[in-house]
């Protein structure tokens, strides 16, 4: 199980480092996402979702795609052994969090 945890982070880093623009990234983190087990796909998709929904408050809230990622990042995506190559790869993997929450309803359907 573990293996296919760090996979999926290792998976997640790749696709984050070579994250192509919209509409060409949404099919790299639809790909991504569809690969998640159940459980976490919903998981996901409902913290997205909110995320999402904060960022319709931005002009009050202040909290922007890429604020709420880079906030939300380090809890998403976690590995149990972390090591300086997982916190240098923080960025990129913030940059995918930015994408699934300004891409939400194109990556996961309607929310």
Same mark, same amino acid.
């Given at each position: +199980?573990?293996?296919?945890?760090?996979?999926?982070?290792?998976?997640?880093? &790749?696709? &984050?480092?070579?994250? !192509?623009?919209?509409?060409?990234?949404?099919?790299?983190?639809?790909?991504?996402?569809?690969?998640?087990? &159940?459980?976490?796909?919903?998981?996901?998709?409902?913290?997205?979702?909110?995320?999402?929904?904060?960022?319709?408050?931005?002009?009050?809230?202040?909290?922007?795609?890429?604020?709420?990622?880079?906030?939300?990042?380090? !809890?998403?995506?976690?590995?149990?052994?972390?090591?300086?190559?997982?916190? +240098?790869?923080?960025? +990129?993997?913030?940059?995918?969090? &930015?994408?699934?929450?300004?891409?939400?309803?194109?990556?996961?359907?309607?929310?």
């Amino acid at each position: +199980q573990e293996r296919k945890v760090v996979a999926k982070y290792d998976a997640a880093s &790749a696709i &984050a480092s070579g994250l !192509n623009e919209a509409p060409a990234g949404d099919d790299q983190v639809r790909g991504l996402v569809d690969d998640l087990p &159940a459980e976490n796909r919903i998981v996901l998709r409902v913290l997205v979702s909110f995320l999402a929904e904060a960022v319709c408050y931005s002009a009050s809230n202040k909290m922007s795609a890429e604020s709420l990622a880079a906030v939300w990042a380090p !809890n998403v995506f976690r590995t149990r052994h972390e090591t300086p190559t997982s916190f +240098q790869a923080m960025k +990129q993997l913030s940059k995918l969090l &930015a994408h699934l929450i300004s891409r939400a309803e194109i990556i996961f359907g309607p929310l």
